[in-house]
Every structure is written in C-alpha cells, then in structure tokens.
C-alpha cells in the first residue's frame, strides 16, 4: 500500500482545517487480503491513515447519498469521476460542495483471480501490491494479469474532473468500447435469452449490486416496495429475472460504466453486459455519454425536436 503524497495530504488538511470540506472520504488498509476500504476523515491528523494503490476499489461516490447538502471531499478514479458528472447532471450534487482528489488508475486488483493463480482461498492470501505488479508468499504478478475483467476493458483510466491529481495519466485504449456488446447483439434470438438466462441463474437477489450504485440513490427502492409490492424477493428465476431487468431500465441513460455493481456482485453476475447494452443504444439513439458533461441533462428526462421518434407508432 502506499501513502498519500505530501502535496495531496496537505491539500486535504487545508480543505478540512479551512472548513471547505466537513469530512473526507478515501481507503484505508483493511483486514482483508488485497482489498483496502472507505475511510471516513473528519481531522487533519487522521489523514496518514489514507492510501491509493491497485487495492483501492470501491466506487466512494456511492456514499455521497449519505452526505446531501454537505461539503465533502473524496478520492475518485476515472470511471468513478463520471458518476460525479452524471450525478450533477441529476440535480444530485453541487460541484461547489465537493473537493476532488483524481487518481489515474491502470485498474484493480481481484483478489478472487490472485488466490486463483496462487492455488488458495482468498482468506489466505498473503499478498500486496508494488507498482504495477502484486506480490504473493511465492508468486510475482503483473497486474494487469489479475485486474478485475472490467478494469481491462475500460476505457476512462484518468479522471477529468478534479481538484487536485495523483499519479501520471494513463493512455486510454482508442478501440470501440461496445465491440462486445455488438457481438451479443449479432447472435439469435434464442442465443441471447439463453445467456441471460444463464447469468441471471447466479444471482442470489443480495442486492450489492443497488447498494453500491451511485444512482441507486431513491429513498425507498421498487424492490422494497410493499404498497403496492412489484414483486416479490425469491429465488425463483422470474422474480430475480424482473428485478434485474427494471433495475437496468432504471439506469438507461444514467448510468456511467463505472462497473461498481459487477465488481460487488459475490456471484459473478455478469451486469456489465446489460447496462453497456442500455448504454450503447443511448448513444445510438441520443448521442449522450452520461459520464461527460455535467451541464447537460440525462436524454429520458428531457426532449429535443431532433429526437429519435422510430419506436413511435
């Protein structure tokens, strides 16, 4: 793990000492192998606690709902700064009320795919992280070897929206982002539904998957409805099935590709397919990244003459 530089520790306690931020949110170490965790900082004194490396994986924007109205900072990595745009862009946040420290990000490391290649459980793994490689009792890797599939397959390595920057830019891969998502579409009918069917037999309706977006930020969600109840929380295939399936339609249009919701998901449900999907036919239809401008407006919310009206009848 590896501190915070002295320029970015001092930064936070100006902001913190000042009173531009009441609190900040970052990682800190954790008892758990390769995984650092939120860290919670209201004093300037708190602050050698806070990290960054490769452990540090979770989308903090996430807890922003937790904090409405209130001046914070937080660490964000590329993918998790354009929830921040797509959270402004929703009336959600006030950039004035925010003090951001961007970290360019090769990608994180899946503790999951480590103990795979070290031939262990995850509780017994003994291992860390130094630059760009992780090292276990017995084995060195490259870190791109043993990143989280999403890590790979993104294409917002470096923040752009910022205060204050840590480490050098990373080069963004230039290829097509939705190359996957167009295979699926290529296939039958029958094909697709049977890998829907297949990815969503793994999902155990946990819901880490809501609590870890940051747009899943309504006081009371339709899974936990009883008046009226939409449906009902079993382990039957068309219950999670349903829950699934409005879950994604809820994030058309918002949702940034920030991949939180894959990464927590404990079964390996594979979300990242269904939302890029949603994605996709969003820039298809309205030409909008959700991610991007935070003066702009999320495309289902709004109208414009210009707007796509095929599916009209």
Not at 173 to 189: K, M, N, Q
Not at 279 to 308: C, F, I, M, S
Request: net charge negative; glycine share 6%; aromatic share 8%.
């Amino acid at each position: 793990m590896n501190a915070l530089p002295d320029n970015v520790k001092q930064a936070i306690a100006g902001w913190l000492q000042s009173g531009e931020i009441e609190l900040f949110i970052g990682y800190e170490a954790s008892s758990l192998p390769l995984q650092a965790t939120p860290a919670f900082v209201r004093k300037a004194e708190d602050l050698d606690r806070l990290i960054w490396d490769a452990t540090c994986e979770n989308n903090l924007v996430s807890f922003l709902k937790q904090f409405r109205g209130k001046k914070v900072g937080l660490m964000v990595k590329g993918c998790d700064a354009r929830a921040l745009v797509g959270l402004m862009r929703e009336g959600q946040l006030v950039r004035d009320n925010l003090r951001i420290v961007g970290v360019c990000c090769l990608g994180v490391v899946d503790a999951k795919r480590v103990a795979a290649a070290a031939g262990q459980a995850v509780e017994e793994l003994d291992g860390r992280v130094t630059g760009t490689d992780v090292l276990t009792a017995d084995q060195h890797l490259a870190l791109s070897s043993v990143m989280h599939a999403t890590c790979a397959a993104c294409r917002h390595h470096n923040p752009e929206i910022y205060d204050i920057l840590i480490g050098e830019p990373v080069a963004d891969a230039d290829d097509d982002p939705f190359d996957d998502i167009r295979a699926v579409e290529a296939l039958g009918s029958a094909e697709r539904w049977a890998r829907f069917e297949h990815e969503l037999s793994k999902c155990n309706l946990c819901f880490a998957c809501r609590n870890v977006c940051p747009f899943c930020y309504c006081n009371t969600c339709f899974a936990d409805k009883t008046m009226p109840r939409w449906f009902t929380a079993t382990a039957e295939p068309k219950d999670i099935q349903f829950y699934q399936i409005i879950r994604t339609f809820h994030l058309a249009g918002r949702c940034v590709g920030c991949n939180a919701c894959s990464r927590a998901c404990p079964q390996g449900v594979d979300l990242r397919t269904m939302l890029d999907k949603l994605r996709l036919d969003v820039w298809e239809l309205y030409q909008d990244d959700a991610g991007v401008n935070p003066q702009g407006h999320p495309p289902l919310t709004t109208y414009r003459e210009d707007d796509d009206n095929s599916f009209v009848l």
